[in-house]
């Protein structure tokens, strides 16, 4: 494991010599820029704004830049020397239930390994004492030029350890509410939980990256001087018209795609106030013009109405139904 940091894991007046190593790895697809006149790549060169001089980088420093445009050198020794315990230091200061963490928090994630012989057996006490108390370690530690606030938890046989973003850093989600009151009908929960059971669990270890696959597909057909692969179909999408209909229709859709359950689709069917009773062959009647229906009883539920809009004449239609099952 290559190490992106070392130091100490204070737990307590227990010191634990560690260090840290990337947990995730990327198979982001990089491009480069080329002059498409010659094929030639295009290169990046930084200069002085003063004296216009191409600089290299033992050539260039860092500098803060104050609220009235003052440059103030900062060096690396400077940087090094900053009075802080968290340079060299992971100092647990608390800790928290594992569960109770905001996921929008997380960062990035790293293992956190012992340096030494030595550090194995205080290692292996904080590990434990994390896995049978449910628990994870809060704490700060300096790595490339800032500060980090840090989540430790037992992992298998190692400790991981999440950077976290500081509270202050996380946006506020109002404007990404709805605006306006949204009314959903008990049909429809009822059918988007039936679409959610229909769909079943995700296997995360299955996802891959087909983006990346299609690329490097598509570059080795051009070395080889083949045709490149031919693009599939264009997603679904577009404006929903009808949601009930929408819905019934993922989940025929998802019962297809896992073999289906006989005997369930007419039950979820009849959720759907935007659909008749079905036919042979399971397609739907046309839609007829609307007509009056005799009233329910009292104390009998209420009208479920449903909105369709018809795209070819673009005029809109209401219809209320009552849907009652044959005695």
Known sequence: MRSVWSGNLAFGLVSIPVKLGSAVSTHKISFRQIHLADQGRVRYQKTCELDEEVLTSADIGRAFETPDDQLVEVSDADLQSLPLPTAKTIEVSGFVDASSVD????????????????????????????????????????????????LITARDDILLLQTLRWPDELNPATDAAPRGKVNISDNELQLADTLIDALGEADLSAYHDEYAAAVEALVMAKLEGAAPPAAGGEGGGGTVVDLMAALQASVDQAKVGRGGEEGQHATVTELSPSSGREGAGGKRPARKAAEKKPAAKKGAAKKTAAKSAAKKTGAAAKKSTDHRRAN
Do not use: I, W
């Open 103 to 150: 996921a929008m928090q997380l960062d990035t994630p790293y293992f956190l390994a012992p340096s030494s012989p030595t550090a194995n057996k205080p290692y292996v006490l904080m590990r434990d004492a994390l896995a049978r108390s449910g628990k994870a370690a809060v704490g700060k530690f300096a790595m490339r030029n800032s500060e980090h606030l840090a």
